[in-house]
């Protein structure tokens, strides 16, 4: 029912030293309550301060009035549509409210409905989960409840509250019957159909309690109205946040690279827990099973205890089971994007920063030796006089295959989602001359064009980068600076995650205190500035288009930039001067020609296309037609995951210092790290592809052509 604002960071600019003041507020309102002030302080900050505001005007008051319902109700099982139309006369004059030249009447207003209506579903739901489903009826449930309008009467709201629990019970039913079918336990065999479903229906009504019990002693009047003012700033652009004080300091503590046990940022969403991105290093990531956008069904602990339903935990909550010492296993039951279920179980474990940093592998191809360096994310120790970098270390894996004499090179940027700006300019400079790498726009059309000012070239030879649909920001404008000086080759998914923006944090009010860093009202997360390419055009919401497109089993995932309805629209400013290479279109066309007579990938775009069509079609209740569905859900992504490995291995050599430094390490767990690492690659269909690209354009000179 409840959306929390998660957070999908790339290129933040962080600036700690400026507070917007509350006694800056104009208006002909005197500013009124401290959550007025907060309002309005925050609309003014917008207007003055973001890179592209929309008016406040009454245009906007819609938005802010449909989102906030939505996220109160996300399913549409709470307020009725008489509800709605009461509220209706508020629909206008939310601007003015941020403007400060009203009084805050909106949602106060809610407030008074929501605190009737929930008793009233808690009533409700107790009431059908007292007695059993009937599994044989067909009937459906719609997945995209935004299409849906509010029910317009409380037997229609009685009804869809009955479907969804009902979808709710069918889950764990079935849970429940696969688990006797695989049991040698006689208690567990034993059980019948009609015990089944009551232990199914009492956990969705023991998960249901705690999911409103929470409601109750959490989602305050001024929760909510925290989640009002974050929609405000949400609207202007997803990139905009408004953090609380309490969440101001959890985001620091993001910001600051601390995270613990599995390695993924989580967020609450409708009562679950959905997971937000992968901290690469972390037994998350490492495991190759999660993806973002996959929902924390459950948790348990080692082997032999049961799972819990987390079902109506708030993060911290599931945080607490999901953490614990290192080395032990926590196990996680993840509903995945494509409706289908499965348990993993993870050792937990510390971020370890060396797998976060680049590293590198030769792979033979024919008679050619390509070397691949694989680059998680953008990163840059600033405190530390010795900090990693990561375009220093990517020069050092460079320099390590030059001294292999390989033909060509890879570099992975998929599921890399930012970093550093600085080392990006630094690392695209290894590859070309001096000249521009991007260029940023600030509110008042004010442009600066970032060069690299090293006229050396590291590496002038055959060069692929590999982006998906969550290469974002930093990796965008590598990938783009690549392409449009035509250096090299972009190979993956149609396109990138596509975030052109960046950010700053702007405290508001008073600091609380000297150490936090915590103030008043907490702080917002401001888009201040846009990047674009050297060839104009911006990285935002369309990100970089791959030059030979590798059919992606995850791009009907709806998580780019350009699926959510609040993101800056792309435009062009004029091109910087730049000195481009012949490029490698003759190939780029033979290569895209190649994959489209490639069996595998054209199972995987049919599959795809399939997945796109039927992953949010309405749920059939019925059991038999239910067990349909996903069984034909779950053999198109196991085909799909099957056909993304390949059946036989590449030939991969390890390059001497890195086995001297990992193999008969006295850390055997860094050793063993280290040899997955490896063994995942030599399967890696998109790998293997990337470096057949590479291999055919060792044939092709690539002489600089001078164009401005």
Not at 228 to 235: A, E, P, R, S, Y
Request: net charge neutral; glycine share 6%.
């Amino acid at each position: 029912m409840i959306r929390k604002k998660g957070w999908i960071l790339s290129i933040v600019v962080v600036v700690a030293c400026v507070c917007f003041a509350f006694n800056n507020i104009k208006g002909n309102h005197d500013g009124g309550t401290p959550k007025q002030k907060l309002l309005t302080a925050v609309g003014q900050l917008l207007q003055q301060e973001h890179y592209s505001p929309q008016q406040i005007d009454d245009a906007f008051s819609k938005k802010v009035f449909k989102k906030y319902l939505e996220e109160l109700d996300g399913d549409k099982t709470l307020f009725l549509q008489s509800d709605i139309e009461s509220l209706k006369k508020y629909e206008t004059s939310i601007d003015e409210e941020i403007k400060g030249t009203s009084d805050l009447l909106f949602t106060p207003a809610v407030d008074t409905i929501y605190t009737k209506r929930v008793p009233e579903v808690v009533t409700i739901y107790k009431d059908i989960l007292s007695k059993p489903f009937d599994f044989t009826v067909s009937e459906t449930l719609s997945t995209e409840t935004d299409k849906q309008s509010y029910p317009s009467n409380e037997a229609e709201r009685r009804d869809r509250l009955r479907k969804h629990l009902k979808y709710l019970t069918l889950e764990r039913y079935v849970d429940l019957i696969e688990e006797r079918e695989k049991s040698k336990v006689d208690s567990i065999i034993k059980r019948t159909d009609t015990e089944l479903e009551v232990i199914a229906r009492s956990k969705v009504l023991k998960t249901t309690d705690r999911m409103y019990e929470r409601i109750k002693v959490k989602l305050t009047p001024d929760e909510r109205f925290n989640m009002f003012v974050n929609i405000v700033t949400n609207l202007m652009d997803p990139h905009s946040d408004y953090f609380a004080p309490i969440e101001k300091r959890v985001f620091d503590e993001q910001m600051s690279g601390r995270f613990y046990g599995i390695g993924a940022q989580l967020q609450e969403q409708d009562g679950t827990i959905k997971i937000m991105s992968l901290i690469p290093g972390g037994p998350a990531w490492k495991s190759g099973e999660i993806r973002v956008s996959d929902i924390i069904v459950k948790v348990g602990q080692g082997d032999k205890d049961e799972l819990v339903d987390i079902t109506g935990f708030d993060v911290t909550d599931a945080v607490k089971l999901i953490r614990g010492n290192k080395g032990t296993v926590v196990k996680l039951t993840l509903k995945k994007t494509d409706g289908t279920s499965k348990t993993i179980a993870l050792q937990r474990d510390e971020i370890v920063q060396d797998e976060t940093f680049a590293r590198s592998v030769v792979v033979k191809s024919g008679d050619k030796k390509i070397g691949f360096i694989s680059l998680p994310e953008f990163y840059a120790d600033f405190e530390r006089p010795n900090g990693a970098r990561c375009s220093e270390d990517v020069a050092k894996e460079i320099n390590k295959l030059k001294d292999e004499k390989v033909d060509g090179i890879v570099m992975d940027l998929r599921y890399n989602g930012g970093g550093s700006l600085y080392e990006v300019i630094q690392m695209v400079g290894l590859f070309i001359k001096n000249g521009p790498v991007v260029q940023v726009k600030d509110r008042e059309g004010k442009i600066v064009v970032m060069d690299d000012k090293d006229a050396n070239v590291l590496y002038d030879g055959p060069l692929a980068v590999m982006v998906n649909e969550t290469s974002a920001s930093a990796s965008e404008i590598f990938a783009a600076a690549i392409q449009d000086y035509k250096r090299g080759v972009i190979v993956g998914s149609t396109s990138t995650y596509g975030k052109g923006t960046v950010q700053r944090n702007i405290p508001l009010g008073k600091p609380l205190d000297f150490f936090s860093g915590r103030t008043e009202m907490g702080a917002v997360k401001l888009t201040f500035q846009k990047f674009y390419r050297v060839s104009g055009g911006s990285t935002q919401l369309k990100g970089v288009s791959s030059d030979v497109v590798l059919p992606d089993p995850y791009d009907y995932i709806k998580i780019r930039e350009k699926d959510n309805p609040s993101a800056l629209p792309w435009d062009e400013i004029k091109k910087a001067n730049a000195e481009v290479f012949a490029g490698y279109d003759a190939i780029i066309k033979k290569e895209n020609e190649k994959i489209k007579e490639n069996p595998a990938f054209g199972l995987i775009k049919s599959n795809t296309d399939w997945l796109a069509k039927n992953v949010d079609a309405p749920v059939n209740l019925a059991l038999d037609k239910y067990k349909e569905q996903q069984k034909k859900l779950r053999s198109t992504v196991n085909q799909n995951n099957t056909l993304a490995k390949l059946t036989k291995e590449m030939n991969m050599e390890v390059l001497k210092p890195d086995y001297d430094k990992y193999y008969n390490n006295p850390d055997k767990s860094k050793e063993e790290r280290y040899k997955a690492w490896i063994k995942n690659l030599k399967t890696d269909l998109y790998i293997n592809e990337a470096v057949k690209i590479v291999a055919d354009m060792t044939s092709q000179q690539n002489p600089l052509v001078i164009t401005r």
